[in-house]
């Protein structure tokens, strides 16, 4: 079990900027992804951004890339992801969800259906 609990949600006006974080307890190994996804009202959920550990790999949505920054921070049993968003938009408001999946296919992984450990969410508001 990955226990994941998402923190820094919340409302901003649009150009304005929020820092989420993902806080774990487990031991993270190499194959690993790490990822934030998020979901709208009546519309599925989508990969945000995602780190693969095992090759230290980056994956950003097109929208997302050069706004949003994920990385993570390993301090002994306590491993922290975060998602660093900059000029934020309407259009990113939405659920928050950070991700950890246990499936080490040796590569990047950005479908939902790949990750098997997810936080409650936290819900980023955006305004025009």
């Known amino acids: 079990q990955v226990p994941l609990l998402e923190s820094g949600g919340g409302s901003v006006e649009a150009g304005g900027s929020l820092s989420l974080s993902c806080a774990t307890t487990?031991?993270?190994?190499?194959?690993?992804?790490m990822g934030w996804f998020r979901q709208s009202p009546n519309q599925a959920r989508e990969a945000v951004a995602g780190?693969?550990?095992?090759?230290?790999?980056?994956?950003?949505e097109d929208s997302v890339e050069g706004r949003f920054t994920i990385s993570v921070h390993k301090d002994n049993a306590k491993n922290t992801l975060y998602l660093q968003m900059n000029n934020l938009k309407p259009e990113d408001t939405a659920m928050y969800y950070c991700?950890?999946?246990?499936?080490?296919?040796?590569?990047?992984?950005?479908?939902?259906?790949?990750?098997?450990?997810w936080g409650p969410g936290t819900q980023v508001t955006v305004s025009s």
């Open positions: 991700a950890a999946s246990t499936f080490d296919m040796g590569r990047l992984l950005t479908a939902p259906s790949e990750y098997n450990h």
């Open positions: 487990a031991d993270t190994y190499r194959g690993y992804c």
């Open positions: 780190l693969y550990l095992g090759g230290g790999g980056t994956y950003y």
